[in-house]
């Protein structure tokens, strides 16, 4: 299958789903499970999370609050993270079709690679472009790619901070669920 496919399915999906969420046209709220992948240049950390999330429709617009533990490739044990931000859904009501929207995230890093390290601390600012499919008026899939910026501090055993990695990553998220 080559891309010219794959985007004439997609568009076929996207024009389906949004003809018949206009029939609605009633926003939803949504909880769903989802899985964000942060790619990092080589060398650097690697993360597939696991999170709960919750949408919420307002001003046209939504808004999602996404709390997760990330494990990182390499082996370290799980980490505290999370995400906020907002979603625009230009095609159509809130979550239905395609989405762009910012969001700022951070996560709390245990067992990390050094000795003398702590912990490390990481803060992100990124946007993802995504496709939601709301199936039968009930159920949700959604997928996005984006870019991210992260900043990662390490805590050191004696108290002191150092700046660790920061850089551009990439973002592939997928996510189930149920609207409501």
Not at 19 to 37: G, H, I, L, Q, T
Not at 86 to 94: E, T
Not at 108 to 116: A, M
Not at 125 to 140: I, K, P
Request: aromatic fraction near 12%; avoid cysteine; glycine fraction near 12%.
């Amino acid at each position: 299958m080559n891309i010219r496919n794959v985007t004439l399915a997609a568009l076929a999906a996207a024009t389906l789903a949004g003809s018949s969420a206009r029939a609605e046209e009633k926003p939803k709220a949504v909880v769903a499970v989802d899985a964000p992948w942060r790619l990092r240049p080589s060398g650097e950390f690697s993360w597939i999370g696991f999170g709960l999330e919750w949408e919420f429709p307002f001003a046209g617009m939504s808004g999602f609050v996404n709390p997760s533990l990330e494990n990182p490739i390499d082996g370290n044990p799980l980490n505290i993270g999370g995400d906020i931000g907002v979603r625009f859904y230009p095609l159509s009501v809130v979550p239905r079709v395609f989405y762009i929207g910012p969001y700022l995230g951070g996560t709390w890093i245990n067992g990390t690679r050094g000795t003398q390290i702590g912990v490390q601390i990481e803060a992100r600012v990124g946007v993802l472009l995504g496709l939601s499919l709301l199936l039968a008026d009930v159920f949700l899939v959604s997928a996005a790619v984006g870019g991210e910026y992260y900043n990662i501090h390490e805590l050191l055993q004696d108290g002191s901070f150092n700046q660790a990695n920061q850089n551009l990553g990439t973002v592939v998220r997928a996510s189930v669920g149920f609207a409501f």
